[in-house]
């Protein structure tokens, strides 16, 4: 019998120091949302309405997404060429300055024009950064883990992303009690972002205790670095890896932003529950939607990523299905459970990494999962919102035949990322056994 190797304490100290940054990420992008009224009126001129205003608030906080693509396979070349851990330490330095900064800076009264020009430099940054955090965390981590663990250790990272937005609510939630509205507006809107800059700043102190992944000193040792440029070669040979991990995170995106962030606003918009209810709902759904990362990590050990995705995908149609349709037709407790398991089915997600992991190798291997999931996301964050509020204006569950789109291509994506890789994989290794024996 194969005895399961185990997570060391250095893996667990590693994959903690990981999960971090994508924590500070989905904080970042939290709070920004949370504070965007404000920052519309303290950024932009007095003369200005309130509706542009919080366009161009919006807007830049746009910026920061349409450069993660460029940021990520920029970093991302580097981190295939001279090593995953200098540039997984510059990304976290590029995510904590521009948060402390923002924080910090003086305000349209102050400095005019300049301030709303800072604030977009700052979310040009942010999103370099970003675009190179969390390719970087996977590939850091994976690296690390025994091969067995790759799937558990893809989980906990995946988790961590849903914890970063469950500390910026909280964080908000914690502001909004204990301050004033005048309070809020002059001096204290600015705590979330100096609290997200100082543990961005702590965090790249801890990572500098992290060693290089034995895989990428391996590949120096041997001289077998990607010899031309990574993102050439990711393009040329792996166009059905790239493929598969876009429209992963099609899936990802999907279950985030629809069944996470964007819930209370449906809740409390198109079916009158109270705003703090919405809240406490969506809040017991990212801790669900964390085990559900963890326990979907730890089957996929054991059966598979594809098997994972299939059974998740199909799950999340299932249970959307039921708990949009229960909404204004059952009790509120009712709905509270249908969200948590929701929240449960939706940690499928944290499959997505596991495989882009698996199908790009070691030599190129950061710079394919940035650029499928950056140019992804990138798409599909953008499209996301829209789409659903044009679905809203025919039907108040509009969100759920997006969903249900979603999932249904993460099924037929599954089918082929098992038959293209899965399978394949296992036909090789069997082949080999045959051929030593």
């Known amino acids: 019998m194969d005895v399961q190797p185990r997570l060391t304490n250095e893996d667990k100290r590693t994959l903690g120091l990981s999960s971090l940054g994508g924590a500070l990420e ?84 102050s400095i005019g024009y300049a301030a709303p020009v800072l604030l977009l430099l700052m979310r040009v940054v942010q999103g370099i950064a970003i675009g190179g955090e969390i390719p970087a965390a996977w590939t850091f981590v994976s690296e690390h883990v025994p091969e067995k663990k790759i799937g558990i250790a893809n989980g906990l990272l995946t988790a961590g992303l849903s914890l970063g937005i469950l500390l910026g609510a ?115 759904a990212i801790v669900m939607q964390m085990a559900g990362c963890i326990a979907a990590g730890l089957l996929a050990d054991r059966l598979g990523a594809g098997r994972v995705m299939l059974f998740g995908s199909l799950s999340v149609a299932a249970i959307a299905g039921v708990f949009y349709n229960s909404l204004g037709h059952v009790a509120p407790s009712t709905v509270f459970m249908l969200y948590m398991l929701l929240g449960f089915s939706s940690g499928t997600v944290g499959m997505v990494s596991y495989s882009m992991v698996k199908m790009f190798p070691a030599q190129i291997r950061f710079t394919g999962i940035s650029f499928s999931y950056n140019l992804a996301y990138a798409i599909a964050g953008g499209m996301t919102l829209p789409l659903v509020q044009w679905l809203s204006v025919y039907s108040k569950i509009g969100a759920l035949y997006y969903i249900w789109a979603v999932c249904l291509a993460a099924f037929l994506t599954a089918l082929l990322y098992r038959a293209r890789f899965e399978k394949q994989a296992a036909r090789q290794s069997n082949a080999a056994e045959t051929e030593f024996s």
């Open 26 to 109: 989905f904080y970042d992008f939290v709070i920004y949302v949370f504070y965007a009224k404000i920052i519309s009126e303290l950024f932009f001129p007095s003369t200005l309405s309130p509706f542009w205003a919080m366009l161009n608030t919006y807007g830049i906080f746009a910026a920061g997404y349409f450069f993660r693509p460029l940021g990520g396979v920029i970093m991302a070349h580097f981190g295939d060429l001279i090593g995953r851990k200098r540039l997984f330490s510059l990304s976290i330095l590029l995510m904590a300055m521009p948060t402390l900064m923002i924080g910090v800076m003086p305000t349209f009264e």
């Open 170 to 284: 909280l964080m908000s939630l914690f502001i909004s009690l204990k301050f004033s509205e005048t309070e809020i507006h002059g001096w204290a809107w600015r705590i979330p972002f100096i609290v997200g800059g100082i543990f961005g700043f702590v965090a790249l102190y801890l990572r500098s205790y992290l060693k290089e992944t034995p895989v990428f000193k391996a590949m120096q040792a041997k001289k077998a670095l990607a010899k031309e440029l990574p993102v050439k070669q990711v393009l040329a040979e792996h166009k059905t890896a790239v493929a598969i991990g876009m429209l992963f995170t099609w899936f990802l995106t999907g279950c985030v932003v629809v069944l996470i962030l964007a819930m209370p606003n449906l809740l409390t918009g198109a079916f009158g529950f109270e705003r703090a209810d919405a809240f406490k709902m969506q809040s017991a």
